[in-house]
């Protein structure tokens, strides 16, 4: 393939000036839309969309990205800071993100995101560039079979990490799968634990779901305990990582960003499923696992890469195969539309310089996010300064402001209240809350696909093994599987002979 | 509040200078509320915020987009219908909310006694496709392989008892073919599996940017106009095959009891509208194909789509 002359075709049309300033305008706008819970990428875009109508296609695409990609990038902030994720993506960055503020370490914690989100960012535009058509047609030899093997694998993998209260934490991972299968059922069209409220057959929003679980339930957590406790969270510490956090980081940088690129390719699998599962992987082969949910530096390194990888692929279906892996590549394929072009196999020959000038200017936004947010940091850390006893007033009304600003519907805002004490409860009873949204999110998926899977199959579970990718997850799940119980029986046996 | 009316009437003719304000008479109220009950982002959505757009030139006043997305459409519609009979509240609603949605569970509307029907906009554009995984090259040869393989096809939509499964159904039916239904969350979804070869067929817009790519094998276009990005699609008319339900329309709603001429003059800057090239231009690009129809035509019609999915939806075993 001929990538220099395409590279160089895409940074010529990238640095044009007019597209430049574009580029700038979506990646600011979009760190502004991730910092604000809520106001997401789907909003802004769609409220945008008509005003593009009027700019040449490359200019109007390479906004709208920007905005995405950008607010993929500043979700991180106020989740790290206050513990309220900026986009569902980052609700999992709270968890050790927010320990690392109280530590006095949120410069640090704020950096190592935004760096390894601009190499992660820069991987997956390489990827796009180097590999598109290859990880497209991977893409397409994902059926509902080989999905089912996926999310089981995943859900086997980070169960067997939950070291300490087994029952605790299936009980948790499983309450969280009923929370998540509430709405439609996509098989039969009949609705589940609605409970007769019509708000409920859409399902629960996850970033409703997010926000009250983790801001609503910390303030709750922090009021419960009175003001004195919460000034040691005002510690400012230093702006910049230490050594060892740079040393911890970067490989699970590498991992996260591996994971976020491979899940993003695949439509339907979305950021919050490749956040959430590089943090698992992460505890899961850390020698100390019990470090995280206390601050962490890898638990805010491999999910904050892997959601800005995923974001970067999310691309290749969209772009290569004309599907959308998500609403926001929804809105982004409609986009193209609206300027008469269709993507798909021909993308990259019949509009050579629109899709090279993309994948350059993602790689140029990048570049402006990590010279934009890192001089923030600074700013954002004095924001720490404010006494807590204002500072939680305003994230309360931000996060409602956020949550009704998705849907406006004040039902989101009971529901936020709900979670919010929800969380708190599960908390104070030792439970995760990682676990819980572990089971909201692959409970459900991994429901949907199975049931198609045998539905397409004729009831013959044996359509599982018949298919290479499938059977190679199920297989390395059974594993895993075994190896967990076979630890669980050693421990068993020498408890008993103690 | 008079003085306020018609100063914003003479400021929003003095700004557009246009003929198109319906001079005669002023609209009742300046704001009008445009409930999309949709998320943002849709087909359902751009339409409605291009018919608020136009709506607000063509008669003058402000029309403010809200979207009030949720349970298929029927929570905005609710609103809609509760809201004052004034002109001040309208609705830009997909068909299924009506004919579709009271069939499938409660909603907290008379799909008929608490609306009145001003005009439909627009409907979707749809093709029927099959995967290239399978070895036809036209509807013909589809519909014999279908009847040679009885039961091994599996076609997708966007949900059960959603207005693509329902016209597959109905068409199915009418070819006297059997195939398994597999509901997806999405159209991307369907479209994945079509591709991937998990499902060999599908009916829904999804496939036309596809059909245009050539990665899917395009049979058949609904109804009676081919597709202007596939002319040499046949369409059913050109098939033999007739009494076709299930497209989607976009219509523009208000709620029961509406006064005669404030239903006429929306009605009639849609017909305008619908004779405007600059805004169909604007449909099609939102991928919606225009097609006015008046109120009481577009009333009845709801009537008897009501009635026939009703019937369809009871064959396919999923009405309440």
Partial sequence: MDLLPNLALGLQVAFSPINLMYCLMGVTLGTAIGVLPGVGPIITISL?????????PEASIILLAGIYYGAA???STTSILVNLPGEAASAVTCIDGHQMTRQGRAGSALAIAALGSFFAGTVGTLLIALAGPPLASIAIRFGAAEYAALVFCALITTASMTRGGAVKGIGVTLLGVIFGLAGADVSTGIFRFDFGILELRDGIDFA???VGLFAVA??????????????????????????????????????????????GVLPGAGLAMSSFSAYMLEKSIAREPERFGKGAVEGVAAPESANNAASQTAFIPTLLLSVPGSPVMALMLGAFMIHGISPGPRMMTEHAPLFWGLVASMWVGNLMLVVLNLPLIGLWVRLLR??????????LAFACVGVFSTGASVFDIYALVFFGLLGYLLKAAGCSPALFILGFILGPMFEEHFRRAMTLSRGDPTIFL????????????????????????RKGRAEATD | MKYGL???????????LSPQVLAQQAYPVDTVTMIVPYASGGAGDIVGRLVADDLGQRLGVTFVVENLGGASGTLGAEKAARAPADGSTLLLAGNAIFTTAPHLAEVPFDPFADFTAIANVSEAVRLLAASKHLPVTNFQE?????????????????GVGSTGHVATVDLLRVLEIEATHIPYKGAAEVVQALLSGDIQFMLDAAAVAQAKQDTVTALAVPGATPLAALPDVPTYADLGITSMTGTGWQMVMGPAGMPPDVVAMIEAALKAASEDPAFLEKLAKAGVSPRFIAGPELAAALQEDFTKQGALLAAIGVKK
């Avoid at chain 1, 945008?48 to 040449?56: I, V, W, Y």
């Avoid at chain 1, 404010?386 to 994230?395: I, Q, T």
């Fill in chain 1, 466 to 489: 018949q298919r290479p990718i499938s059977l190679t997850f199920v297989l390395i799940g059974l594993a895993v599987l075994l190896a967990t119980m076979s630890s669980f029986i």
């Fill in chain 1, 73 to 75: 990038y500043g979700g």
């Fill in chain 1, 48 to 56: 945008l969309l008509p005003l593009t109508f009027g700019l040449p």
């Fill in chain 1, 386 to 395: 404010v006494p807590y006893h204002w500072l939680f007033v305003f994230v």
């Fill in chain 1, 218 to 263: 910390e303030i709750i957590g922090n009021i419960a305990q009175g003001e004195e406790n919460v000034v040691s969270q005002q510690k400012l510490g230093r702006l910049w990582p230490t050594r060892d956090d740079f040393r911890r980081a970067w490989p699970a940088v590498l991992r996260g960003t591996g994971i976020g690129a491979v899940l």
């Fill in chain 1, 208 to 210: 409703v779901l997010a």
């Fill in chain 2, 142 to 158: 589809f519909v014999t392989y279908a009847k040679e393989n009885p039961g091994a096809l599996n076609y997708g939509s966007v």
């Fill in chain 2, 6 to 16: 018609s100063f914003a009437a003479a400021l929003t003719g003095t700004m557009l």
